[in-house]
């Protein structure tokens, strides 16, 4: 398949009284059209700074992108100007973000709002613009929408106003749809409708996701590929099954583990212990080390490159070379690889990369 | 576990006026109880008046209607202030944000021990100090944190110290609103162990307000559903998630995303439909299993035995 984005060594700061805080480490991906790519970590990951900076959102000052390319469509984006960009952005590509409650502008109707880029990006009038709307409504599930374009943001309930989002971010048939945690602050109900509703269109529109979130359910839901990050870093990157059923870094053991599943017992929950390193001043080594019961003394002198574990998987953890020790993960986890054990033919030891 | 009886809510309502004419019925007429030693989740939609309901039985509303019943006392009512005291103590409150819950212009010390200057457990500074160190290490904090203000902790640390000061005067109750949904999932579960781990060295009993099903399923005995201010559904945890009899139930537990793709692709999802109700009559609560209860009418009682009664 055709690659649409492709993001190499990426690096993002920002300058800060402190010093340069460093948030995004050597971040590198693509994205083929038509997939969903799910990026996962704890807040202060570099998540959501990584998603800004393919939009070019990052404000600058304090912030910068470093090194690296951004390759839209083989356009590099980095080295674009705001006039550029602002014909890409909403056009090409678009973001949904986390808050349907401060997203939406208070004062505009909610028609109003979504027609501002079918105008711009599209040349329509507004008469065009307005029957678009009224079909974008209906595709977002929003009954009667002659009427509710009419009205204002608050007038709509939580999830109707994630629809509004949802709405105004497909208005041009993006090529690319960016969602940061787009149900988080959503009821598990109206988050499965959300999703649904969101699979449904991207079958019809073929367009590609990257869906940022810390719920790991979601992630199950939605994704092709995950993308795991910890601070600053994409530690590992695989197919979903991979992922979840033949996880291979630590930091992804302690994710999958600290949630409980439906049926597990009165076990404790495998619990990360620690908080996120200060990326003011990131650890030597690895950054997950401090947090790492696996960790051995490489982790503490030396980054660990990225692994090959298979064609489509790939992790940066020193356990995967060839001289480290055989280490078991823990039983949740183990229980998971063995219901997958079927698929796992791939080896204990990975190929450096 | 003992079945007896630490808190008993009967037929409890909570409305707010909210315009001349119009109330908003938050909790509208709940009835359960809480044996001493268990944790009790309620769980629902935002706006199901789940919140309301803790906020209610700690007397941070007064009830519109209805009984609290706390070792067999009333706690609503009229009271006086020794009366109150003592009650106060007996019942504690973690709440939902750790960033707003802790007042910025106080050292975590004095946050910690506020409640003890209230109820005078401290008889001079060294003791005070002294018991704020050992509030601080039992929730995996160190001492040397007393003397710092909230905003130099993570959120997750922030939790532990409001679990400490809900600690602070040895209560036997504790009501936790949604005291995780603010954190992320790794430290989360170090929250969710802290919680455990004090139940069980303290014999605890808490109410666990949340909306994340999982979570709910992994801490509780038994749950309580919630749907427009009334309780649909009780059971035991395990039951419930084994067994869900109220449609509404079996909806919220359908839409849970679980992190295995392999489920997920073959999720079904269903959608509750308030209107497929027998209105016949109005609907009461039954018990349908042992320990299952149910709201529903005789019709649907009938039906829902027959369904479900047998069934391991």
């Given at each position: 398949m055709e690659k649409l984005l492709e993001v190499n060594n990426m690096h993002v700061s920002f300058d800060t009284y402190g010093g340069e805080v460093k948030a995004v480490r050597g971040v590198t991906f693509d994205l083929k059209k038509g997939e969903t790519l799910a990026i996962v970590g704890e807040s202060g990951s570099g998540k959501s700074v990584t998603t800004k900076a393919l939009m070019q959102l990052i404000p600058k000052p304090p912030g910068r992108i470093k090194e690296g390319e951004i390759l839209f469509e083989g356009r590099d984006l980095t080295k674009m100007s705001e006039k550029q960009m602002q014909k890409i952005r909403g056009k090409e590509m678009a973001m949904i973000f986390q808050d349907p409650m401060t997203s939406l502008n208070p004062t505009m109707k909610v028609g109003n709002q979504i027609m501002e880029g079918l105008i711009k990006h599209q040349k329509m009038d507004r008469a065009q613009a307005r029957k678009r709307v009224v079909e974008l409504l209906e595709l977002v599930g929003i009954p009667d929408p002659e009427s509710r374009l009419k009205q204002y943001p608050h007038q709509f309930s939580g999830g109707m106003r994630q629809r509004v989002v949802v709405a105004i971010a497909l208005a041009c048939n993006p090529k690319l749809l960016i969602a940061d945690e787009p149900t988080t602050a959503l009821d598990v109900t109206i988050q499965a409708q959300i999703l649904e509703l969101m699979k449904d269109i991207q079958k019809k529109t073929d367009s590609a996701t990257i869906f940022i979130t810390h719920d790991l359910g979601v992630v199950a839901n939605v994704a092709d590929r995950v993308a795991v990050m910890y601070a600053g870093k994409i530690v590992e990157i695989g197919t979903v099954d991979d992922i979840f059923y033949n996880p291979k870094h630590p930091y992804t053991w302690g994710l999958l583990g600290s949630m409980p599943s439906l049926d597990s017992a009165d076990e404790e929950l495998y619990a990360i212990p620690g908080s996120p390193p200060d990326l003011l001043d990131p650890p030597k080594g690895d950054a997950f080390a401090p947090r790492n019961e696996y960790a051995m003394q490489i982790d503490l002198e030396q980054e660990p490159p990225m692994f090959k574990v298979s064609e489509t998987h790939y992790a940066a953890t020193w356990l995967l070379h060839e001289n480290a020790p055989n280490m078991e993960p823990p039983a949740s986890i183990k229980k998971r690889m063995e219901g997958m054990a079927k698929s796992s033919s791939s080896s204990e030891k990975g190929d450096r990369i | 576990m003992s079945q007896e009886k630490l808190v008993e809510i009967k037929n409890l309502k909570q409305h707010f006026k909210t315009g001349r004419h119009s109330v908003v019925k938050a909790v509208d007429g709940l009835n359960f109880d809480i044996f001493k030693g268990e944790t009790f989740g309620l769980v629902g939609e935002s706006g199901c008046g789940k919140s309301t309901t803790g906020r209610t039985i700690i007397r941070l509303y007064d009830a519109t209607d209805g009984e609290v019943i706390f070792n067999g006392e009333n706690v609503h009512g009229k009271k006086n202030r020794e009366d109150l005291k003592k009650f106060n103590r007996e019942m504690q409150m973690i709440f939902q944000d750790p960033y707003a819950s802790l007042n910025p212009r106080m050292k975590v010390e004095d946050i910690i021990a506020e409640g003890m200057d209230i109820h005078g457990l401290a008889n001079n500074d060294k003791e005070r100090k002294a018991k704020v160190h050992e509030l601080l290490e039992t929730v995996g904090l160190n001492k040397e944190h007393a003397n710092r203000y909230p905003h130099e902790f993570s959120g997750g640390q922030r939790q532990r110290i409001g679990i400490a000061r809900a600690l602070a005067v040895d209560p036997s109750f504790i009501i936790a609103d949604e005291p995780i949904s603010a954190l992320d999932v790794s430290i989360q579960a170090q929250v969710v162990n802290l919680l455990k781990k004090l139940q069980h060295e303290k014999g605890l009993t808490y109410l666990f307000i949340a909306h994340d099903l999982s979570m709910v399923k992994y801490i509780s005995d038994r749950i309580g559903v919630m749907y427009f201010g009334k309780l649909v559904e009780v059971a035991d945890a395990d039951d419930l998630y084994n067994h869900p009899i109220h449609p509404y139930t079996q909806s919220l537990l359908s839409a849970i995303p679980l992190p295995d793709p392999d489920y997920e692709r073959s999720r079904e999802r269903f959608t509750y439909n308030?209107?497929?109700?027998?209105?016949s009559e109005e609907p009461e609560f039954r018990e349908v299993r042992p320990g299952h209860w149910v709201l529903c009418t005789s019709k649907e009682f009938d039906f829902y035995k027959k369904e479900h009664a047998t069934t391991k």
């Open positions: - | 308030p209107n497929n109700h027998d209105t």
